[in-house]
């Protein structure tokens, strides 16, 4: 059996995702979580990696068209790099209703940032403190709304 034998057999069901770190945030292991749980919910994921900068990461996600982008930050600077991030990502006009989420560690003092990055932008915002249940719940809301089913997982 050959690759393409393989990929041409698989469905073409579940969510695009991309996952990305920000410019700012070299962790790595959060990032390769995010992928491992979306793939078991069924989805397609593209894993940017960490220290993306924002003109990569708005480049790939106009090329790509995905169904969600996920952006986890582990170093506390998500409420200042996602801010500037959503700025370049929602001034193209391709992008502007790309449903964006961003969680993890978002600020070094630890106070709450989800108005100010709601107010920049994002579609949801889940802080380090929250577990993986509003997540999940998000991901079946968007796949509802987008007619894409998830995994049972």
Not at 2 to 26: N, R
Request: proline share 4%; aromatic share 4%; glycine share 12%.
């Amino acid at each position: 059996m050959t690759i393409e034998a393989v990929q041409s057999a698989l469905p073409d069901a579940g969510l695009d995702v991309i996952v990305t770190g920000l410019s700012s945030d070299a962790h790595t292991w959060n990032l390769v979580y995010l992928e491992l749980l979306l793939e078991e919910l069924g989805c397609r994921v593209t894993n940017l990696g960490a220290c993306v900068p924002d003109a990569v990461i708005v480049r790939e996600c106009a090329a790509r068209r995905p169904d969600l982008v996920v952006i986890s930050s582990l170093n506390g600077h998500g409420r200042q790099d996602g801010v500037r991030l959503m700025e370049a990502f929602r001034a193209r006009g391709e992008l502007v209703t790309t449903p964006v989420v961003i969680g993890g560690k978002l600020d070094v003092t630890g106070g709450s940032n989800a108005a100010r990055l709601l107010e920049a932008g994002f579609d949801a915002v889940f802080e380090d403190s929250g577990g993986l249940t509003p997540f999940r719940t998000f991901l079946r809301t968007l796949s509802v709304r987008t007619g894409v089913p998830l995994g049972a997982g």
